[in-house]
């Protein structure tokens, strides 16, 4: 053997001791680290990486929680909106939120990836908020401090109404787009091909779940007070500085981050199963359902379709009410309600306790179990594609509730003075009669997700 075989051979030993190092070393799921590069076990991912993403949740649910839990009722007392306006307000805005959540989870799977759709959204999130305290600051709150001395606010609102507007929709675009990528990179961070990670996998939406409660839940009670007690900038500034603090958080970890390659075409993985349920209606299927599959794995699909006769859907528990709740505390409130012409009640506040609490149970079982249901479901690569999807249910819901709550008051009141069921005072109105309404849209989705589920077939 001369001297150019040894040389050969030496450096086929090499390459092979590499590759056999980089099984041992890197991930096995097909990640990536930053550079583009075989995610090393070692120094990426893991809950190093995740416990970053969890802290940047809390953060972002605490800001947008700030926004979201004051926003009907800044709505009211600075914009002088009626009860309804104020209303239609929360819900178009909100529903918008969660309809761009779906454009968020496009542009994360197919062309920007998770990690880019987050860092361009969050900053726009930023901007939102920032532009919302200083017009609150310099435009809505006249004369100067009006919110803290009792003194009712006299601004332009009018004038201004375009500038809050653009304030809060840039806030919704943020907030919305980034939503779902979130949750699925923070799931990245784990190797579902490790049996130690992939167990992780599972829980980090449960944890995701109890970083945007936590914060939600000081947002709703100290943000909320901070409202209350007229101090508007201050809160929303407040808002301001948790989302740029969860912003440098997030940028922290970017050489830890794991990574997937993104999809061109997504439509591609939709395209299967439409193919698939035409295939399985020309083709004589077995009674146990074997042999029959999708379409075989490619390049550019992803996974194949299998097909199955479990069921799987179940796993989520019912959706609870809360609006026969509210009924029944709403006429009990009317029963105390003030006499004078103002909007108030004698009745304990604590009363709210219980339908709150069945809420919180609802949410509770549902939301965790809709987060995995949506990503298990979804085709390899389109996970927040699965996660915009749930969350553009809920966009289709605040849509259709502004809807029914415009006509119900338009029918349930006249052109002789008499207020409809939610009246600019809720004292003259019957808000109890609505949530009777709202109870009963609920059975009756309850009712059409039961036969849903028991049909449903998961791949």
């Not at 407040?238 to 997504?266: D, M, Q, W």
């Not at 794995?297 to 796993?315: A, E, P, V, Y």
């Not at 009990?332 to 009745?347: D, H, I, K, P, V």
Request: aromatic share 14%; hydrophobic share 40%.
């Amino acid at each position: 053997m001369d001297g150019n075989e040894e040389d050969f051979s030496s450096q086929v030993v090499e390459v092979y001791e590499h590759k056999k190092e980089c099984i041992n070393s890197c991930t096995r799921d097909g990640s990536v680290d930053f550079y583009g590069k075989p995610a090393l076990k070692a120094t990426t991912g893991g809950w190093k990486s995740a416990s970053l993403l969890l802290v940047n949740q809390g953060l972002i649910a605490l800001a947008f929680s700030g926004i979201e839990a004051n926003l009907v009722l800044f709505s009211k007392l600075v914009l002088k909106q009626t009860n309804v306006e104020a209303a239609s307000t929360f819900s178009i805005w909100m529903g918008t939120t969660y309809f761009f959540s779906l454009i968020g989870a496009f542009l994360s799977d197919s062309y920007l990836g998770r990690y880019l759709t987050c860092i361009i959204f969050q900053l726009v999130f930023i901007i939102g908020l920032v532009i919302l305290s200083l017009s609150t600051h310099f435009f809505f709150l006249k004369p100067h401090g009006c919110e803290q001395k009792g003194v009712p606010c006299e601004s332009d609102t009018q004038n201004q109404f375009p500038l809050f507007y653009m304030s809060i929709y840039l806030i919704a675009l943020g907030s919305g787009v980034s939503d779902p990528a979130l949750p699925t990179l923070g799931a990245d961070q784990f190797d579902e091909e490790e049996p130690a990670e992939q167990r992780s996998k599972t829980l980090i939406y449960g944890y995701f779940y109890v970083a945007l409660n936590l914060g939600s839940l000081i947002a709703e009670t100290v943000l909320a007070y901070i409202a209350i007690t007229g101090h508007w900038v201050m809160g929303f500034w407040i808002c301001t500085g948790c989302a740029g603090v969860s912003f440098v958080v997030l940028l922290s970890g970017t050489l830890r981050y794991r990574h997937y390659k993104s999809f061109e075409n997504p439509f591609c993985k939709f395209t299967q199963v439409i193919v698939s349920f035409l295939r399985k209606v020309k083709s004589q299927i077995h009674s146990i359902g074997e042999g029959f599959y999708g379409i075989q794995r490619d390049d550019t699909c992803g996974r194949r379709i299998h097909h199955t006769n479990g069921l799987r859907f179940l796993d989520r528990a019912a959706m609870i009410s809360d609006d026969a709740t509210e009924m029944l505390l709403e006429k009990e409130r009317l029963n105390f309600a003030s006499e004078n012409g103002e909007e108030t009640s004698s009745l304990s506040i604590f009363w709210l306790v219980p339908q709150y609490m069945f809420l919180g149970v609802a949410e509770a079982f549902v939301y965790v179990a809709q987060m995995n249901f949506f990503t298990s479901q979804s085709p390899d690569g389109l996970e927040s594609l699965g996660m915009g999807l749930y969350m553009f249910s809920s966009a289709l819901g605040c849509y259709v509730g502004n809807f029914i709550l415009t006509v119900v008051n338009k029918i349930t009141s006249s052109g002789q003075g008499q207020h409809g069921w939610v009246s600019p005072n809720l004292n003259d109105g019957h808000l109890d009669l609505y949530f009777f309404l709202s109870s009963l849209f609920i059975f009756i989705d309850l009712i059409l997700y039961i036969i849903c589920a028991k049909r449903y077939k998961g791949i």
